[in-house]
């Protein structure tokens, strides 16, 4: 019976899965599996499956290169002034907007603008204090009122598509003959149907700057499963996916005519107190408590094989080698340890609640840490939230407004850019600094990263980033993981991006 009942769970789970038709009769489209978009707005939007969406409808003024550079998009050419305060760029001619219109640098000044309007998380790299103006029809000059290294990463940044002057619905679906008007970019493909359930369909621009797409569209499939995304690329109803948690890695690797894909990057889950006051870590010696009941070196063998990097307690990857500190002190795994802070902070034991976000390995991570912390008199319950859910501030129980919670951070070019956004007071308002996190010589070291661009110096700067973290730090970085992806052998040129939903399928081509 207990069989029976485990099939017919299995086969209804199965079923429940619905897989546009388009998407099985793949002919010249790419099928991609992707949880549901929560956040459709190109300038708030912060997931990989809302990304990889705004992606291929739109461009972006200068993008990131999967080696993490800023290569040329709308904008052919860029200079920065001797004194780093002016960002002069000029547009590409030829571009029009997929309902017509040609780009002008009026579009390019609308889009910077809205993002401050609307506070997009873009401001937590770029910043506020500059202004955007348009001199000619092909020119755009940003002026800074005060030198950031890596404001290009922020004009880069996966929020600043560019959308066309005085649109104010942008990717709002309307009612009528017409429901996607308000899809309107000048990318690649061209938005043609969207079922909030079940997917989204996209035909390729043939009017397009860089020439039409190798791929005639792309179906994007709804599944927020990540185990049926991959029973549904291994079953042939998919062409590419990614996040693909480690215990399914082994599955996809023994599979013909699939493909699997490994990539380096900043990733990490990061486990988290939030330090305001009356929360659970405004404590500092609860802080401690939590590091001395986190044995990194067994999370990153139980649940990556061993195939991570342990991190410290900082958010500065391995991958920026130069910065990276391999033999930062890290607390040691010491329960006992754990129990006397609790009680010198007059706790004794913790109880509260870890919410995670199903996601790559991150339940399994929360099971291993509710065994870990128990010994370090901390018990939690641990509650677990669909992705999208999840990180959708307008939900209770959301990332951002929890005592202690998981969040996965995906790749960034540049470790100060990470800085930038999570833990400075700024990022509090625009939503990233889940933890609270303020101290003001974190705050002037980040500032002064800002403005350094010489890398002997930032590495001093990142050194003494990384004692704070270690001494006062309301954070745990486990492990930095590899990430990974797989697509069917039909899929050619397919380079997946550090942060996936940046991967560019304008030149993916699909083999018979």
């Known amino acids: 019976m207990r069989r029976f009942v485990a099939l017919f769970t299995l086969l209804m789970l199965i079923l429940s899965i619905v897989i546009p038709a388009a998407a099985q009769d793949a002919g010249n489209r790419l099928r991609v599996g992707v949880n549901t978009p929560v956040v459709l707005d190109p300038a708030l939007h912060t997931n990989d499956p809302e990304t990889l969406l705004n992606r291929s409808i739109y461009d972006y003024l200068v993008e990131v290169l999967p080696d993490s550079t800023i290569g040329a998009n709308l904008a052919t050419e860029w200079t920065i002034g001797e004194d780093g305060l002016t960002y002069t760029f000029t547009l590409r001619d030829g571009v029009v907007f997929h309902r017509g219109g040609a780009l002008t640098s009026a579009d390019v000044v609308y889009t910077f603008n809205r993002l401050k309007e609307v506070g997009s998380p873009a401001l937590n790299l770029m910043g506020s204090e500059w202004e955007v103006s348009a001199p000619d029809a ?19 940044s996966r929020q600043a598509v560019i959308v066309q002057d005085g649109a104010t619905d942008v990717n709002i679906l309307i009612e009528g003959d017409d429901p996607y008007l308000n ?18 369909s996209l035909v390729a621009n043939s009017a397009y700057w860089g020439g039409a797409p190798a791929v005639e569209g792309v179906e994007l499939v709804f599944i927020d499963d990540t185990v049926a995304q991959v029973d549904a690329l291994l079953s042939g109803q998919l062409d590419f996916i990614f996040k693909v948690p480690i215990a399914q890695v082994d599955r996809l690797d023994g599979a013909a005519e699939v493909v699997v894909l490994q990539r380096s990057t900043s990733q990490h889950p990061v486990i988290r107190l939030r330090t305001d006051e009356g929360r659970l870590g405004e404590d500092v010696r609860v802080r401690q408590a939590f590091k001395f009941a986190t044995d990194r070196d067994a999370l990153n063998d139980l649940l990556l094989q061993g195939r991570g990097t342990v991190g410290n307690n900082d958010p500065i990857a391995p991958v920026f080698e130069f910065f990276f500190q391999p033999n930062a002190n890290n607390q040691t795994y010491d329960p006992a340890r754990a129990c006397e802070l609790l009680s010198e902070a007059g706790i004794g034991t913790v109880e509260s609640t ?5 996601a790559f390995e991150y339940a399994d991570l929360a099971a291993v840490l509710q065994q870990q912390w128990a010994a370090g008199c901390i018990n939690v319950d641990i509650q677990i939230r669909e992705e999208g859910y999840y990180y959708d501030t307008s939900n209770p129980d959301n990332y951002f407004d929890v005592d202690l919670g998981i969040t996965g951070w995906g790749a960034r070019p540049s470790p100060q850019i990470l800085l930038r956004e999570a833990y400075v007071e700024s990022g509090i308002a625009t939503g990233f600094n889940e933890s609270r996190f303020v101290d003001a010589e974190l705050e002037a070291l980040v500032a002064q990263g800002s403005q350094t661009a010489d890398p002997e110096a930032r590495r001093e700067i990142y050194r003494q980033v990384g004692d704070i973290f270690a001494e006062r730090g309301p954070i745990i970085i486990p492990y930095f993981a590899p990430l990974f992806g797989a697509t069917s052998a039909r899929v050619q040129g397919l380079e997946m991006a550090p942060f996936p939903g940046l991967t560019d399928l304008r030149g993916v081509s699909l083999s018979a």
């Open 183 to 200: 899809f309107n970019g000048t990318g690649p493909f061209i938005l043609e149907a969207y079922d909030p359930v079940a997917g989204a």
């Open 138 to 156: 092909a020119t755009v000059v940003f002026t800074l009122s005060a030198v950031n290294a890596d404001f290009l990463y922020g004009v880069a």
């Open 354 to 358: 870890l919410y995670v976000p199903n």
